[in-house]
């Protein structure tokens, strides 16, 4: 049995060099408890984004320009347990912030595992 460790993630045809720590939500419905005076009276849904969270390696081929222009774009997070899971229309959301640490980048769209 294999165990989620690291994730492999490609945009674009691309494979960036991530580090360890690669995060993601595949987004859908999500539910919140609607609490009254007689306690628990159901839930509400709303739909949310998938969102993927990761840490890109700021090596001299790569460009946080580049990063931040990314707009639906075909992504994937492959997973050392072997899942993997897919979006069509991957989007940059907040500005990519670079440090010491490498390019911090969260990504959204509708993840599917495949």
Do not use: W
């Not at 628990?40 to 580049?66: L, N, P, R, W």
């Amino acid at each position: 049995m294999a165990i989620h460790g690291r994730a492999y993630i490609t945009i674009g045809g691309r494979r960036y060099n991530t580090k360890e720590g690669a995060t993601i939500k595949i987004g859908g419905e999500s539910g919140d408890p609607v609490i009254g005076d007689s306690g628990f009276a159901g839930m509400q849904y709303k739909h949310e984004a998938g969102q993927v969270d990761c840490t890109i390696i700021a090596s001299d081929d790569v460009s946080i320009s580049d990063i931040q222009k990314i707009k639906n774009a075909n992504m994937s997070f492959d997973s050392d347990n072997g899942k993997s899971y897919v979006s069509s229309n991957a989007s940059n959301g907040p500005v990519p912030e670079l440090s010491k640490d490498g390019i911090k980048a969260t990504f959204y769209g509708d993840f599917k595992e495949v």
